[in-house]
Nanobody
Framework: VQLQAYGGGLVQAGGSLRLSCAAS????????MGWFRQAPGKEREFVAR????????YYADSVKGRFIISRDNAKNTVSLQMNSLKPEDTAVYYCAANLGAIGTNSPGTYKYWGHGTQVTVSS
């Protein structure tokens, strides 16, 4: 496994969680990184992405203003700060490394995927 997401859990609506993604065996400092999520019975959807330098970020409309993606290339980690969580945010969250330096919203352009971490938001 080259990417591992962790930090998920159970939280009440309105609460916060911070997900982290740690890379091993190789560096992803030149790759755009993304977070995706998949709820039961639904397709995997884009959540947020960040360019190799951290200078460009992009969010799905559903999380804009509530989630913040960041990265620390020295530590080979990417994080997703999730605030004001809603029950509809419940899903398994995955981090992924893009083939390019900027990243895209399409899961198909991400080559490396980590095991997901479950986020459950209770109402």
């Amino acid at each position: 496994v080259q990417l591992q997401a962790y930090g998920g859990g159970l939280v009440q609506a309105g609460g916060s969680l911070r997900l982290s993604c740690a890379a091993s065996r190789r560096t992803f400092s030149n790759n755009g990184m993304g977070w995706f999520r998949q709820a039961p019975g639904k397709e995997r959807e884009f959540v947020a992405r960040i360019s190799w330098s951290g200078g460009t970020t992009y969010y799905a409309d559903s999380v804009k203003g509530r989630f913040i993606i960041s990265r620390d290339n020295a530590k080979n980690t990417v994080s997703l700060q999730m605030n004001s969580l809603k029950p509809e945010d419940t899903a398994v969250y995955y981090c992924a490394a893009n083939l390019g330096a900027i990243g895209t919203n399409s899961p198909g352009t991400y080559k490396y995927w980590g095991h997901g971490t479950q986020v459950t938001v209770s109402s």
